[in-house]
């Protein structure tokens, strides 16, 4: 009976470590992103990608309207320093 209780506790423990350690390493990816605008005058796809890209490699580029109804901005999703 002991040896069935030490055998279970054992695996509980292996199984809590091992859904921990799936758990922070989850966690250490979710990262905070930014947002920087990188042309306010006007957002065309390909020079926006472009400019994205150069201020920030791992940056995500998206055309976003200034005001409703306004011009669009270029803007730069990008992984916070």
Known sequence: ??????LSFTVL????VLI????GNV??????WCWSIV???????KECES???KKHPKGKFM???ST???????HCRHPCR
């Open 20 to 23: 921990l350690g799936v758990v």
């Open 13 to 16: 423990i292996v199984f809590t």
């Open 63 to 65: 055309c976003i309207p």
């Open 68 to 74: 409703p109804g306004g011009p669009f901005q270029c």
């Open 39 to 45: 042309n306010k005058d006007r957002c065309l796809q």
């Open 1 to 6: 009976m002991i040896k069935s209780f030490q």
């Open 27 to 32: 966690e250490q990816k979710s990262q905070d």
């Open 51 to 53: 400019l994205c890209s």
